[in-house]
């Protein structure tokens, strides 16, 4: 019964920047992993970013990347808000895609975390 919803997406210029948002909502005991992947056209989908529910170490980082966004996305969250961001800076055409959001829920039922997804978001960049 948890949901998650995209928002930002839109058109911008090569060398821009666009700022993602997700909000996670309903019945929530706790939520794990959030991240954001993307699809361009005929194209598989991605794993762009990753963040953990903690706080990175010294010994390791709770963010992960993809080596083509790495040094130009930043992923972050606000755990009380229960909310995912990802900053987008640099944009380049290859960015364009639908970028969804992903929660890592934890079910009461069962357990055992289950993956929600959101619907995405459209990014189309520009030359």
């Known amino acids: 019964q948890v949901q998650v919803v995209e928002s930002g997406g839109g058109l911008v210029q090569a060398g821009g920047s666009l700022t993602l948002s997700c909000v996670a909502s309903?019945?929530?005991?706790?939520?794990?992993?959030m991240g954001w992947y993307r699809q361009a056209p005929g194209k598989q989908r991605e794993l762009v970013a990753l963040?953990?529910?903690?706080?990175?170490?010294?010994?390791?980082?709770?963010?992960n990347y993809a080596d083509s966004v790495k040094g130009r996305f930043t992923i972050s969250r606000d755990n009380a808000k229960n909310t995912v961001f990802l900053q987008m800076n640099s944009l380049q055409p290859e960015d364009t895609a639908v970028y969804y959001c992903?929660?890592?829920?934890?079910?009461?039922?069962?357990?055992?975390?289950?993956?929600?997804w959101g619907q995405g978001t459209l990014v189309t960049v520009s030359a």
């Open positions: 963040i953990k529910s903690g706080e990175s170490t010294f010994f390791r980082e709770n963010t």
């Open positions: 992903k929660a890592d829920s934890l079910d009461i039922n069962s357990y055992k975390y289950l993956e929600i």
């Open positions: 309903g019945r929530i005991f706790s939520i794990g992993v």
